[in-house]
């Protein structure tokens, strides 16, 4: 199955900033996906990144706030952007494995944001 | 729009007891279903996935079954262990396109 390195796995920031997030995977995939957990959360989807193409953003997430790039089909980045305190979350990235393996995550970030 | 629940929301069993947690889901038009493991502030770990043409999946204690005609997978720990604790999730795919997770249920295993 697909093996993911994401970084960093956490980090502390001051609001106003804003955090780049990457996401490694060993093998080529179409689809990347990206979730954030809340505390005490289940995961929600921002967004659909494919290769060569804009991310496509769920209801109530634009691009502005998470920016997202896919430069080529074995990496991608989510960005956090001009962070408050409800941005604190883990955030992961996933990928479809395979039909028969199913889905792939990250080991996920663990923002706090101060 | 899929719903995914699971109950129960939380359960704390003591060590070596057999236990069930419960996945509903609204729409049965789902290409497979996938159950994870998450323990605290950590990624989520596969456990097992289940084609929507199959009726279970196996392995080692671990036992998922599905009934896609009426929206419901369950997930069958045998002989629970403290390392079982963590919080076990639930997720549908609908085929080619992201996963709906249901909300999970946090397990503690007494010793």
């Known amino acids: 199955s697909a093996v993911i390195s994401q970084k960093p796995s956490r980090d502390i920031c001051q609001r106003g900033t804003s955090l780049t997030i990457q996401c490694q995977v060993d093998?080529?995939?179409?689809?990347m996906f990206w979730y954030r957990q809340q505390p005490g959360q289940s995961l929600t989807l921002i967004a659909t990144?494919?290769?060569?193409?804009?991310?496509?953003?769920e209801s109530g997430f634009v691009i502005d706030k998470f920016p997202i790039s896919r430069p080529n089909l074995t990496f991608s980045t989510l960005t956090v952007s001009n962070m408050s305190p409800e941005d604190s979350s883990i955030y992961l990235c996933?990928?479809?494995?395979?039909?028969?393996?199913?889905?792939?995550f990250g080991s996920g970030t663990r923002l706090t944001v101060v | 729009k899929q719903e995914v629940t699971q109950i129960p929301a939380a359960l704390s069993v003591p060590e070596g007891e057999n236990l069930v947690l419960n996945c509903s889901f609204t729409?049965?038009?789902?290409?497979?279903l996938q159950w994870f493991r998450q323990d605290p502030g950590k990624g989520l770990t596969s456990l097992l996935l289940?084609?929507?043409?199959?009726r279970e999946q196996t392995s080692g204690r671990l036992n998922a079954s599905l009934d896609k005609s009426s929206g419901r997978s369950t997930l069958y720990i045998a002989a629970s262990q403290p390392g079982d604790s963590a919080t076990y999730l639930c997720?549908?795919?609908?085929?080619?396109?992201?996963?709906?997770f249901g909300s999970g249920t946090r397990l503690q295993v007494q010793p």
């Open positions: 996933s990928v479809e494995d395979s039909p028969n393996y199913g889905y792939t």
């Open positions: 093998s080529q995939v179409t689809m």
């Open positions: 990144a494919n290769q060569g193409s804009e991310a496509t953003y």
């Open positions: 729409d049965s038009a789902i290409y497979n």
């Open positions: 289940i084609q929507s043409s199959q």
């Open positions: 997720a549908v795919n609908p085929g080619r396109r992201a996963l709906t």
